[in-house]
């Protein structure tokens, strides 16, 4: 069942674009919904997939090796979520029914490849499915073939080809010492020798490419200009999930299945984290285009991710699992609250907004949602996430470093309260009276992430130990 979650999206794009196009164009949308709410329930429901069926007698056909434990399936559910959102922004914003379709096509490549990343054991499969990943996102944040989006997608690529050859270089290293590229086989490799400078070079060139791929300061050059010149849904997608799946959630996965977590690199792990997540809020804080400001959000809030997981604990690992799923809610909710705000408006300058909220009421309380949640107030999915990893700080030691975060919720909610004066309150500009709520389309999935972020962030407490203690098998390698 493993390797269908990889096959299915390809097999879709492939299907679509067989003869009878014009039929395919209709069913396109229906069939991608149908590929992400099955691929949410297969996660959500206990044996409704995955358990049923041998992994190998499908993964072996194809010489992969698959597995699943709780990271990854908190991994694959926000895939199929935020790419069911995204499905939904896509319909509303590309009007001409050849570039929607064209758009599904690429999604569902993109989300073939992000589950073949969750899934895999081998490093050498890892990088691959890396690979489809970053073109499929290249296409998606030039989609509308405009300057300004290709200049995005242009210093995407440069910096994710340094990336590349990193990673290339470090799994080459790390087949010299092991003789294997799978996950087992090189942890077995470096547990049996001393740290020698191949070993701890190789680790080095890996994580230095996952910084890049994640978008982590002084590594996320290519990150605001990405978010923001790419068109409406691609942002969703590339907020919401990519950067988490192709670089963070690997990041986890390196450190977690092969290197382990040393005095030196929880040491890089908590200084990049904790600099992100203020340099990061800082800029936020200064930004006066709404999605930029998202964009600089996103790598405070990333940076969050590396702090819990920098302390090497299953209390830590669990926050930053946690984190990552409540950012993929609230991030591409707050994406598509800029959506809808500059569909209506035409812009994305915030000073020249104010009392949208009148006008745009779901927009606006949907917005408020996801800003609190984000900057960690009760009883909000985001305050539960970040409590996590701050305890996780401080009972592992890093007590410099809980401080740090305190601070860095502080100056986001210092930046999100500024963003809804600036927009949703304060006085109407009469040229913006007339204004409507964006489509259904958009109001729907703004509307379930709404819910679930209040939902899970009422319930988790429920739930809370037994989650924790399924990352228990995770940091066990």
Same mark, same amino acid.
């Not at 493993?2 to 299915?8: N, R």
């Not at 996320?220 to 978010?227: E, F, R, S, V």
């Given at each position: 069942m493993?390797?269908? !979650?990889?096959?299915?999206p390809f097999l879709g794009s492939f299907i679509l674009n067989l &003869?009878?196009?014009k039929v395919n164009k209709r069913l396109s949308f229906g069939v991608c919904a149908a590929l992400f709410l099955l691929q949410m329930a297969v996660i959500l429901i206990p044996d409704f997939g995955l358990n049923k069926i041998n992994p190998a007698a499908l993964a072996n056909i194809f010489n992969f090796d698959l597995g699943v434990d709780a990271l990854s399936k908190v991994m694959l559910f926000c895939i199929g979520l935020v790419a069911l959102v995204t499905l939904c922004t896509n319909s509303l914003f590309l009007k001409d029914s050849d570039d929607k379709f064209n758009f599904i096509n690429v999604l569902l490549i993109a989300v073939s490849g992000m589950n073949g990343i969750v899934l895999a054991k081998d490093i050498f499969s890892l990088y691959v499915f890396l690979e489809i990943t970053a073109v499929a996102s290249f296409i998606l944040i030039a989609f509308n073939r405009e300057e300004l989006g290709l200049e995005g997608a242009f210093k995407y690529i440069l910096l994710s080809s340094i990336a590349t050859v990193l990673m290339i270089a470090g799994i080459a290293l790390f087949f010299l010492v092991s003789g294997s @590229?799978?996950?087992?086989? #090189?942890?077995?490799a470096l547990l049996a020798q001393d740290k020698s400078l191949l070993i701890n070079l190789a680790i080095a060139l890996f994580v230095s490419a996952l910084f890049i791929k /994640? /978008? !982590?300061? &002084?590594?996320?050059?290519?990150? &605001? +200009? $990405?978010? *923001?010149?790419? &068109?409406?849904a691609s942002s969703v997608f590339l907020a919401g999930i990519v950067t988490k799946a192709a670089g963070v959630y690997v990041l986890i996965r390196i450190l977690v299945s092969i290197a382990g977590f040393?005095? @030196?690199?929880? *040491?890089?792990? !908590?200084?990049?984290?904790?600099? *992100?997540? #203020?340099?990061?809020? #800082? $800029?936020?804080?200064?930004? @006066? +285009?709404?999605?930029?400001?998202? *964009?600089?959000?996103? #790598?405070?809030?990333?940076g969050y991710i590396i702090l819990g997981v920098g302390t090497g604990t299953v209390l830590g690992l669990a926050g930053a699992a946690l984190h990552i799923f409540n950012h993929a809610v609230f991030k591409s909710l707050l994406f598509m609250n800029s959506a809808a705000v500059e569909k209506a408006l035409g812009t994305r300058d915030i000073s020249k907004m104010g009392g949208l909220g009148s006008q745009m009421p779901v927009t606006g309380l949907t917005s408020v949602l996801g800003s609190l949640s984000c900057a960690g107030i009760p009883p909000l999915a985001g305050f539960w996430s970040k409590l996590i990893i701050i305890i996780a700080l401080w009972s592992a030691g890093f007590k410099t470093y809980a401080v740090i975060a305190i601070l860095g919720s502080v100056l986001t909610l210092a930046y999100f309260l500024s963003l809804q004066r600036s927009v949703f309150f304060g006085k109407l500009n009469a040229e913006f009276k007339n204004i409507k709520e964006a489509g259904f389309s958009l109001l729907f999935p703004m509307i379930l992430l709404g819910v679930i972020t209040l939902g899970v962030g009422i319930f988790l407490p429920l739930v809370l130990d037994k989650f924790i203690l399924s990352f228990n098998a995770v940091l066990g390698g």
């Open positions: 493993h390797a269908l !979650l990889i096959l299915a &003869p009878f196009r @590229t799978h996950f087992a086989a #090189i942890h077995s /994640g /978008g !982590l300061m &002084p590594f996320h050059g290519w990150l &605001p +200009d $990405a978010y *923001s010149s790419a &068109p409406a040393s005095l @030196t690199l929880k *040491s890089v792990l !908590l200084f990049v984290g904790a600099f *992100s997540a #203020i340099i990061g809020a #800082i $800029a936020a804080l200064t930004q @006066t +285009d709404f999605k930029r400001m998202l *964009s600089y959000s996103s #790598i405070s809030q990333i």
